[in-house]
Nanobody
């Protein structure tokens, strides 16, 4: 399975962006999906995730209320809608998929994701 993330760019504080992650070689409906990010000089951190069913979503506290994850299985795509962007949201954003059975307790653990896409850079200027 391959993942392709897109949609990053340079925006100003308060702007919005929508990232997309498309899978090939496997239907996105088969997988739990997550978004992570890595800022320069920092470790990769969890952003948001959605269970395979799409009915349950998870968010990191620092994006809750501003970011929204969704999936469109017919297009094998998962989205990350980012509103109210802040300079501290500047990072490379990665999408990943997981097949772990214990996802409800492991969704924020990057080691539980077996496939990763190349990241897309989001830069938020002040």
């Amino acid at each position: 399975v391959q993942l392709q993330a897109s949609g990053g760019g340079l925006v100003q504080t308060g702007d919005s962006l929508r990232l997309s992650c498309t899978t090939s070689g496997g239907a996105v409906s088969n997988y739990h999906m997550g978004w992570f990010r890595q800022a320069p000089g920092k470790e990769r951190e969890f952003v948001a995730a959605t269970r395979r069913s799409g009915e349950v979503t998870y968010y990191a506290d620092y994006v809750k209320g501003r970011f929204s994850i969704s999936r469109l299985n017919a297009r094998n795509t998962v989205y990350l809608q980012m509103n109210g962007l802040k300079p501290e949201d500047t990072a490379v954003y990665y999408c990943a998929l997981s097949t772990t059975a214990s996802y409800s307790s492991m969704y924020s653990n990057a080691e539980r994701y077996g496939y990763w896409g190349k990241g897309t850079l989001v830069t938020v200027s002040s």
